[in-house]
């Protein structure tokens, strides 16, 4: 059975993991204040000049930022299946080289580990090959890290052959520089957990197996991409604009697509449900077809690795027409987040593309937060809707049919007159399927037509066309 495979069986089969969360900050890299913060601040300045007193915010800045990263690595963890034993916290200046955490505070998630009887330790930050060693020395249980978390999260949710043999080519290649001296860890690539623990005349066998597992599944990855480029031009035959929807985990946007285009694919309140690419026709107001494109969310400091194996998964991104940024409208961290979709955008080289932002779930707000909404957006159109109610969702695909049929678009939507013979089926067929018909009359064997819709396809009947009244 395949590494994938083999991890979602044990993930269904097993129990809830009973874990120790440890989230660290670490106040010398601070990432950068988020928008709330700073409008938080300058909402304070602003105050303070019309009163001459200064007035403090009331949350403290980097406390704020600080809990909603908590939750959601809460939320990391449930969603990989673990049940909370105690969330631990660690604030330093900067990490230990040996430990990530302090010394005294090792100590500490080692007493915990052993009341709780935990059987791992989710650390919310990445582990240098020699931390995650001197760790499982320490601890009497295994010890994962953030990368090696989502990737476990991704393990559980990847549907198709293409997104298992992503995600099981990301865990090899973290695995790899990782084996040194590992008892306790070696067991996750192979059976059980905890079954078997190498010596070091192992070591080698097992990189070996590694590497040629490595190119094993790089081997299939490329078979399984060819076959899908050669669906891809196949469908590119019709040009049919693609819309993708983007954004950050759990942001409604597997709902969305669903509600738009009620496909029925699968969605939930786990983080990264959707690993594959998701794909589904869709008819605008103007009878131009679109593809909608849901994808794999983004995430916070999404590992560098990931995102250029999960790049195949982004492929719609790179190549569509309009993305959609979905936004959690509810949640506190809405700025960080958009910050962080917008940076790998960027790099997949899609931060130039048209942006609808939109302001999902506003189901959860009140008046007072609708209206600050606009304090939020980004470059593109900000609609808001809620994917669970349908409210706004007709203002976003009107919106959708504007931006890729108006002024300036690839292929703009347009008017033309068309004199058809009524034997000519297939163009008939063909224009009344993919436009507007404003008028129709029969004289004889001819069919006069007033078509709206788009360029291309009233291009493609130009000899057919009447000349332009002038
Ligand atoms: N109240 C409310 N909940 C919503 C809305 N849209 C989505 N949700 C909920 O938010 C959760 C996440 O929704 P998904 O559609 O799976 O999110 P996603 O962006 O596809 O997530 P990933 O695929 O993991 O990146 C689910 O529990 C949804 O039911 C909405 O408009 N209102
Ligand atoms: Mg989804």
């Known amino acids: 059975m395949r590494q994938a495979d083999e991890l979602r069986e044990r993930s269904l089969s097993t129990h809830a993991e009973r874990a120790v969360l440890v989230a660290v900050e670490f106040t010398g890299e601070r990432r950068q204040v988020p928008y709330v913060a700073a409008r938080a601040r300058a909402s304070a300045a602003i105050d303070a000049a019309a009163t001459g007193v200064p007035v403090e915010p009331a949350v403290p800045v980097a406390d704020l930022d600080f809990e909603a990263a908590l939750e959601e690595f809460r939320e990391l963890a449930r969603s990989a299946g673990a049940e909370i034993a105690s969330v631990m916290i660690q604030r330093r200046q900067k990490p230990d080289p040996a430990l990530l955490v302090g010394q005294g505070k090792a100590e500490e998630i080692v007493a915990m580990a052993e009341s709780t009887g935990a059987e791992l330790v989710l650390f919310d930050h990445d582990l240098s090959p020699s931390q995650l060693r001197n760790l499982e020395k320490l601890l009497p249980c295994r010890v994962i890290d953030r990368t090696q978390l989502i990737l476990d999260i991704f393990a ?194 899609a931060g130039r593309k048209p942006v609808i932002e939109v302001m999902n779930k506003a189901d959860l707000l009140d008046e007072a937060q609708r209206n600050d909404l606009w304090h939020h957006a980004g470059k593109g159109d900000l609609v808001t809707v809620s994917a669970k109610t349908g409210e706004g969702l007709e203002r976003l695909i009107t919106l959708i049919d504007e931006r890729i049929g108006g002024e300036g678009a690839a292929d703009p939507t347009e008017t033309a007159e068309f004199r058809i013979p009524q034997k000519q089926g297939a163009a008939l067929a063909a224009i009344e399927a993919g436009a507007f018909i404003e008028k129709k009359r029969f004289e004889g064997n001819l069919v006069y037509l007033r078509a709206r819709g788009p360029a291309s396809l009233l291009g493609r009947y130009r000899r057919f066309q009447l000349e332009p009244a002038s």
């Open 156 to 349: 559980r949710h990847a549907r198709t052959r293409e997104g298992q043999l992503q995600v099981e080519l990301a865990q090899l290649e973290y695995q790899l520089p990782r084996l040194a001296g590992r008892g306790k860890a070696m067991s996750q690539l192979g059976g059980g957990i905890g079954t078997r623990g190498p010596g070091e005349t192992k070591l080698e066998t097992d990189r070996r197996r590694i590497r040629v597992r490595i190119d094993h599944v790089k081997g299939q990855l490329e078979q399984v991409r060819r076959i899908r480029r050669q669906q891809r031009q196949r469908r590119e035959g019709v040009p049919v604009p693609v819309v993708a929807l983007v954004g950050y985990t759990n942001a409604g946007k597997s709902t969305l697509f669903n509600a738009l285009t009620e496909a029925g694919v699968l969605e939930s309140s786990r983080m990264f449900a959707t690993l594959d690419p998701k794909l589904r026709q869709l008819a605008l107001p103007s009878r131009r077809k679109v593809l909608l494109s849901d994808t794999v969310g983004f995430i916070r400091n999404l590992p560098h690795t990931l995102v250029t194996s999960f790049r195949a998964t982004l492929e719609e991104v790179e190549r569509a027409e309009i993305l959609l940024h979905v936004r959690d409208a509810s949640s506190p961290m809405l700025d960080e987040q958009k910050t962080q979709v917008e940076k790998v955008l960027g790099e997949l080289d």
